[in-house]
């Protein structure tokens, strides 16, 4: 499984951004995958999860949105509104194989990772 992620850059607070992931060698029907940040000198966290029945988790759902198409392997992330804690270097993540839709979340093993894009918020 490889997954390249894409979309990062600079941007000012208030700002947007929409991240990519391209997945290729995924071989199941059904998928578990989400998106995971690090900050400097802090644990990485889960941002969002979704799995291919539909179930999302948000770690605030109120500014992100995670969402996918099949169609062209693609993972996206949608942020808004975003603060200086929201820095980071941005993985790509998929569980292989899934395993069972509900359990999907971010605190499932996933065992495939993108080596990132960085996002960087200044006001």
């Known amino acids: 499984v490889q997954l390249v992620e894409t979309g990062g850059g600079s941007v000012q607070v208030g700002g947007s951004l929409r991240l990519s992931c391209v997945v290729s060698?995924?071989?199941?029907?059904?998928?578990?995958m989400g998106w995971f940040r690090q900050a400097p000198g802090k644990e990485r966290e889960a941002v969002a999860t979704?799995?291919?029945?539909?179930n999302v988790w948000y770690l605030d759902s109120a500014r992100f949105t995670i969402s996918q198409d099949r169609g062209k392997n693609t993972l996206y992330l949608e942020m808004n509104r975003l603060t200086a804690d929201d820095t980071g270097t941005y993985y790509c993540?998929?569980?292989?194989?899934?395993?069972?839709?509900?359990?999907?979340?971010?605190?499932?093993?996933?065992?495939?990772w993108g080596q990132g894009t960085q996002v960087t918020v200044s006001s």
């Open positions: 979704i799995s291919s029945l539909g």
């Open positions: 993540a998929a569980r292989s194989p899934p395993g069972r839709w509900l359990d999907c979340g971010p605190r499932v093993d996933f065992t495939d």
């Open positions: 060698g995924y071989s199941y029907s059904e998928f578990c």
